[in-house]
């Protein structure tokens, strides 16, 4: 595995995260020797979702409004339903999520988490995957959309689903570890 000692990676998030979505990368990042800091809106935790009901909350370490894209070499988005539809109506979220797609910093969103990239208006040209109720609107966004376990563009990484967490993370630390790309 790649180290990622040194770098510093943002998880946005928001209440209604797909547990494993969030936990699973937080583990390996962490493991790569990555500072990894929780941004959301919400002030002091943000509460999981798992198998159709709430589940684990962890501390929020810092709130987006607040957040520098500047001080984090990646960003991460864990999916879930209510998670991303909360964020994409957060200009906060959706301007702290731009601002890693136009330095050309690593972004790794997985599932429904592309529904936060598709506000920010950059993804037109780019190939990308998520769960599949997503496919229309990230095509209507100009994307290329593949369903495939895990699809890298330009150090955007996307994946379907939990089942696909292994391969996520392990493109994910790859991309990190490969830092800046030429902006899109």
């Not at 988005?77 to 539809?85: A, E, K, L, Q, S």
Request: glycine share 8%.
């Amino acid at each position: 595995m790649k180290s990622l000692a040194g770098k510093r990676v943002a998880i946005l998030t928001e209440n209604g995260f797909e547990e494993s979505e969030l936990t699973s990368p937080l583990e390996a990042l962490r493991k790569a020797g990555a500072t990894v800091h929780i941004v959301s809106p919400q002030e002091e935790k943000v509460k999981g979702w798992k198998d159709g009901n709430w589940s684990i909350e962890l501390p929020v370490d810092v709130l987006v409004a607040d957040a520098d894209p500047e001080e984090y070499d990646a960003l991460v988005i864990p999916g879930g339903v209510i998670n991303p539809d909360l964020m994409r109506r957060d200009a906060d979220c959706v301007e702290f999520a731009r601002e890693f797609l136009q330095e050309g910093k690593p972004v790794a969103a997985i599932c429904h988490g592309p529904q936060l990239l598709i506000e920010t208006g950059m993804l037109d040209g780019r190939n990308m995957t998520s769960f599949h109720s997503v496919k229309t609107d990230l095509i209507n966004a100009g994307a290329r959309w593949d369903d495939k376990e895990v699809v890298v563009d330009n150090g955007l990484v996307t994946s379907r689903s939990p089942k696909d967490l292994e391969a996520f993370n392990r493109k994910m630390i790859e991309e990190i570890a490969e830092g800046v790309h030429q902006p899109n």
